[in-house]
């Protein structure tokens, strides 16, 4: 894995920037196997964990949503809930996902939808996730 050890990255929703909590992510290799090696990208704060699939003899990149998550253990914030919300439900209905490497091209990565997820407009969605995190934090 050499170079992508530890390399920071960047994910972006095509053609939008990198939101804040997904800028300057370290990129961890976390097993593999059959020419396919599973990575996870982490934001600064290591409140989220978005999870990749390299399948190096297709030489394709995949989006691993059940991989990926906010870690409930840590103080979460709504910056967080947001930008992961977003990107959960912007995946769901097939957005172009980029992995931006300093230096290199970036890399489109293929979406691998969960079964049994229905989607839901990603606004609506943030919305949802951020009154309901509100009222978490209000109890």
């Known amino acids: ?9 960047s994910v972006r929703l095509w053609p939008d920037q990198s939101p804040k909590q997904f800028k300057n992510m ?3 290799p976390v097993g593999g196997g059959n020419g396919v090696v599973k990575l996870f990208a982490v934001n600064e704060r ?10 190096v003899a297709a030489g394709r990149m995949h989006t691993q949503l059940d991989e990926s998550g ?19 439900h912007s995946v769901i209905g097939n957005r ?10 970036p890399v489109n990565c293929e979406v691998v939808i969960p079964v049994n997820i229905l989607p839901q407009a990603p606004e609506e969605a ?13 109890v």
């Open 70 to 88: 906010m870690r409930a253990d840590l103080d979460i914030t709504e910056e967080d809930v947001e930008d992961f919300t977003r990107y959960f």
């Open 126 to 138: 943030v919305a949802q996730a951020l009154e309901r995190f509100r009222q978490s934090k209000a």
């Open 26 to 28: 370290k990129l961890l």
């Open 96 to 105: 172009t996902v980029e992995l931006v490497i300093d230096g290199v091209e």
């Open 1 to 9: 894995m050499g170079a992508l050890n530890g390399a920071n990255v």
């Open 46 to 55: 290591e409140t989220i964990v978005l999870g990749f699939a390299m399948d």
